[in-house]
């Protein structure tokens, strides 16, 4: 069994070439990072921050009031 260490590229242990696993590997960062960006932006638009014990949600209430605050943003809009 093989595992990719932290900081290896999964899409090179895949067999891709090394250039495409570069480019796969740099796309994949930025969704992430987008991603969490995101997140933190929707955190702090929120009253009270996550800190506001009534904000907090758990498992589909929490997911599917996260995609409508994305769906609504209009610069997320078509990122997503």
Do not use: W, Y
């Amino acid at each position: 069994m093989h595992i990719t260490p932290a900081g290896g590229n999964v899409f090179a242990d895949l067999g891709f070439e090394s250039k495409k696993a570069a480019e796969m590997k740099a796309e994949s960062k930025r969704i992430i990072f987008e991603k969490q960006a995101i997140k933190v932006c929707l955190m702090t638009e929120m009253p009270g921050g996550a800190e506001t014990k009534k904000h907090r949600q758990t498992g589909e209430a929490e997911n599917d009031s996260s995609e409508k605050a994305l769906r609504n943003n209009p610069e997320v809009k078509g990122r997503l």
